[in-house]
C-alpha cells in the first residue's frame, strides 16, 4: 500500500485485473500462470506455461495498464529438494495468489518477458482495451505478493492465517464479491429507470383504436396485450430485484 496506492489512487498508474485465463475463464482455480519463488534471488519468477495459460479479456491491457493484479500459482521449491527434482516437478503448489506484476515502463513500453496484444473487435464497450497478456519468466520482488491472506518469508517459509488452500481461495475471490454486488446493483437501477420510462410512456402514447370511424376514438399503447407481455415481466423484475436489494444490503451492512 505505501508503495503503489497514492499513485493508484492519482491514476500515475493505470492497471488493470489479470485473472482471467485462454483456457480457464471462470475456473479460476484451474488457472495455469505461475509464480515460483526463486530463492537465491528473492524473486517471483512469472511465468505462461503454455497457450491455454495466456491471460485473456484483461480489461485496460491492450494500450494503457502499467502495472498488473496477476492471479498465479504460488510455488515454492520442496525443502530438501535438489536443483535437478525441481526440474522434475519438486515443486510444491500452494494454489492462486495475487501478485503486482509490473507491465510497462513510464512511455508505454512492454517490459522484458511481457508480450500483450489486443483482444480485437467486440460486440460492445469498445471503449474498454480488453488485452491478453503472456508472461515469460518475469521476475518481480518477493513483496509483490499481496499478502492478506498468505504470506512468505526470506527462508521461502509459507504461512496464512487460514489452514486450507480451499479458504485461503475463497477469502481472495471473496474480495471480488463487492465489486459484482455494486455490478448488480447498478444494473437493477438501469433497468428500474428503463421500465419506469418505457410504461409512462406507453400509458401516455395513443395509437388506433377499436373505432376507426372517428380519428380521436384512439387508447393507449399500454392497453395492447402485445406491450403488456413485454412490459409487465419486466415491472415485476424490477421490482422483486429491488426488495431482494434491501434484504442484501441488510445482511451485508449488519443490519440483517
Not at 485462454?22 to 512469472?46: C, F, M, P, R, Y
Not at 485473456?56 to 496477476?70: L, S
Not at 518469508?153 to 477469502?171: I, M, N, V, W
Request: charged share 25%.
Amino acid at each position: 500500500r505505501k508503495k503503489f496506492f497514492t499513485a493508484i489512487d492519482q491514476f500515475q498508474i493505470p492497471g488493470c485485473f489479470a485473472m482471467t485465463e485462454l483456457k480457464h475463464g471462470s475456473n479460476v482455480a484451474a488457472l495455469q500462470t505461475e509464480a515460483v519463488l526463486d530463492l537465491a534471488t528473492d524473486e517471483w519468477v512469472i511465468h505462461t506455461p503454455d497457450d491455454g495459460a495466456i491471460k485473456w479479456w484483461i480489461g485496460n491491457a491492450a494500450e494503457d495498464g502499467q502495472m498488473a493484479t496477476v492471479f498465479a500459482r504460488l510455488k515454492i521449491r520442496r525443502r530438501g529438494s535438489s536443483e535437478e527434482s525441481q526440474a522434475f516437478g519438486g515443486l510444491e503448489d500452494f494454489g492462486v495468489h495475487a501478485f503486482v506484476v509490473p507491465l510497462r515502463d513510464s512511455h508505454g513500453n512492454q517490459l522484458d518477458g511481457v508480450e500483450i496484444r489486443d483482444c480485437g473487435y467486440k460486440v460492445g464497450l469498445q471503449g474498454v482495451d480488453n488485452g491478453a497478456i503472456r508472461f515469460t519468466h518475469v521476475r518481480v520482488p518477493r513483496e509483490n505478493l499481496l499478502d492478506r491472506f498468505a504470506s512468505v518469508g526470506r527462508d521461502g517459509k509459507y504461512t496464512s492465517p487460514l489452514e486450507t488452500q480451499g479458504k485461503r481461495f475463497a477469502a481472495t475471490l471473496g474480495e471480488l464479491t463487492g465489486g459484482r454486488v455494486g455490478l448488480t446493483f447498478a444494473s437493477l437501477g438501469v433497468l428500474k429507470g428503463a421500465t419506469t420510462i418505457a410504461v409512462r410512456y406507453s400509458a401516455h402514447r395513443q395509437q388506433f383504436g377499436p373505432d376507426q370511424k372517428s380519428p380521436l376514438d384512439e387508447v393507449a399503447v399500454l392497453d395492447y396485450p402485445s406491450q403488456q407481455l413485454k412490459l409487465m415481466p419486466m415491472l415485476a423484475t424490477a421490482y422483486a430485484l429491488h426488495f431482494t436489494r434491501d434484504v442484501l444490503i441488510a445482511k451485508y451492512t449488519g443490519r440483517w
